[in-house]
């Protein structure tokens, strides 16, 4: 009696339609909406099913609470299973509040309950991890990917998307370990960390970072850039100990925190702060930087920016070369929100807007690997919001410049072509918006 045929048996791309058919029938990521069957269930196919199929998809990401580490550490006991893993997504889970309190900040007592939980949850899973070795991770690298809110955190009310908006005590209260008792061990598995949920102070994320000693990929939220002491303080600290903690990270991704509720003014202009200087410094070691509005474009650039607003630099500040850096994610808004004003009217606002699509312009002379950039700046005036969008693309010795929302003037597609030029590539320029009614920058 001949034997039954094993899927191994079939050519690579059948089984892989087999699977690509299977998988959009359950909860896999190619699972429909309106699909209730599960990945699980198919584990019991056979042994090469089970290990070529569903388990890569069962362990890509890795979603964890402190109170299932156990389980935890006993499903993934096997090398070869640890190898699937390519995100561990660690749900920390701060006490309930009632409804009543939605509005109004953690008392210290609370904020105080909410470090220790943090603390507590970090250091056990920072111990089950000192298990792990590297050579027994994914080749694609393992990220960490940190969320921490409270149950209570979703409000009653929805959003434009259709989902829950956060309470006002989850955009106020803001979360730092406690720096003094926090004994984590150094960790030499992850090469990528993610914060979300409610705001970690910037001081308490390169304490974890810290431990990391081969972390390359870092996205993480700033405070506001705003006058708050509190603000000043964590940004400069952020920014001060980024050399030190981060000498590893190639990949920087920084994001402002959700909107203030308690408005603040912007500090004044200090493109030649400690701050600027040092964020400056530590970026020519990345290869992509993104950041949106906790970073100032207009002060980040502004050894590049000349003209009646330039501002001299110190003798003591040599101009940026970013030699590994191939992506750049610049996104600023103007009138927007507070501290985001930025400006106190339209005009001004493309003012600066020019200033700056000109100012990255020239920088890309001193960015020799670049291949992708893309320059956002969105401008709110009655209501309406105006967008202004560059992007570069570099390819086999050309360079395409895709134009959004603006004519671009001469000066400033002087400046792109400039820098272009000066690499030896040739430019093509794609005027992707044809309103014949769109600003000219």
Known sequence: MASVPSINSLPYEVRQTIYSYVGRQTNSPYRRCDSVST???????????????????TFKTIRVTPKRLKAFCHILASPRRRAL?????????????????????????????STEVLTEALGNFFRVMTHWQ????????LDLHLLVESPSDSSILIGKNSGPLVTG?????????????????????FSGFKCTGRHLQPTSTLAIVSKFRTLEYLDVELNHDST?????????????????????????????????????????????????????????????????DCIDAAQFFTPFIVGPVSEKSPRSQEVPLWMRLKRLNVRNSYMMKTPYLRVTNRVEALASVHRVLVAIGRATSRMPELSFARVCQYVLTDGQLEWFVLIYERHTGQVTLRVRGFKPSKPLLGAWKHSISAKGLAIEVVHETKDPNIPEL
């Open 39 to 57: 990945i699980a269930q198919y584990a019991t196919v056979s042994r090469e099913w089970q290990e070529e199929f569903v388990e890569p998809l």
């Open 85 to 113: 893993v390519q995100t561990i997504r660690y749900h920390v889970l701060l006490e309930k509040y009632e409804r009543h309190l939605d509005g109004e900040q953690e008392t210290s007592v609370e904020r105080q309950r």
């Open 134 to 141: 590297k050579s027994e991770t994914s080749p694609l690298g």
């Open 169 to 189: 005590r989850a955009l106020m209260s803001y979360l730092k370990l406690d720096l003094e008792t926090l004994s984590l061990p150094d960790i030499d598995v």
């Open 228 to 292: 708050r002491n509190r603000d000043v303080h964590q940004r400069n600290c952020f920014a001060m100990g980024l050399g030190g903690h981060a000498k590893t990270v190639r990949v920087l991704s920084l994001r402002r925190p959700s909107p203030m509720l308690k408005p603040a003014p912007a500090p004044p202009r200090q493109p030649w702060s400690d701050f600027y200087v040092r964020m400056r410094a530590f970026s020519q070691q990345c290869e992509s930087f993104e950041f949106d």
